[in-house]
Nanobody
Framework: QVQLVESGGGLVPAGGSLRLSCAAS????????MGWYRQAPGKQRELVAS???????NYADSVKGRFTISRDDAKKTVYLQMNSLKPEDTAVYFC??????????????????WGQGTQVTVSS
């Protein structure tokens, strides 16, 4: 099993910055994809950003140029640096880990796994 623990959410004025962190623990040899999703009230959960072990990133159009995803694979941690925040960025942000191998010899990829979510509120 894999556990994901997020931190770094909070209340920030429009134009401000926040940095989210998500640490993975459990039976992990490698995590192919780590990312962040968000869900605003009354809306579906949507991808914010993801990053593979190979460095391939994917961003939602609404956050391109403002958010940056990074990883520290030695710490099994993914980060989301959020700059120039807007009120429409207000949501619960969820960490995601997918295609997880538990050992070096494992041929099975598990996931996706989700964190419990952290609230980000941007005031206007």
């Amino acid at each position: 099993q894999v556990q994901l623990v997020e931190s770094g959410g909070g209340l920030v004025p429009a134009g401000g910055s926040l940095r989210l962190s998500c640490a993975a623990s459990g039976s992990i040899f490698s995590i192919n994809v780590m990312g962040w999703y968000r869900q605003a009230p009354g809306k579906q959960r949507e991808l914010v950003a993801s990053r593979t072990t190979g460095g391939i990133t994917n961003y939602a159009d609404s956050v391109k140029g403002r958010f940056t995803i990074s990883r520290d694979d030695a710490k099994k941690t993914v980060y989301l640096q959020m700059n120039s925040l807007k009120p429409e960025d207000t949501a619960v942000y969820f960490c995601n880990a997918d295609r997880v191998r538990s050992t070096w010899s494992s041929r099975r990829y598990d996931g996706p796994y989700w964190g419990q979510g952290t609230q980000v509120t941007v005031s206007s």
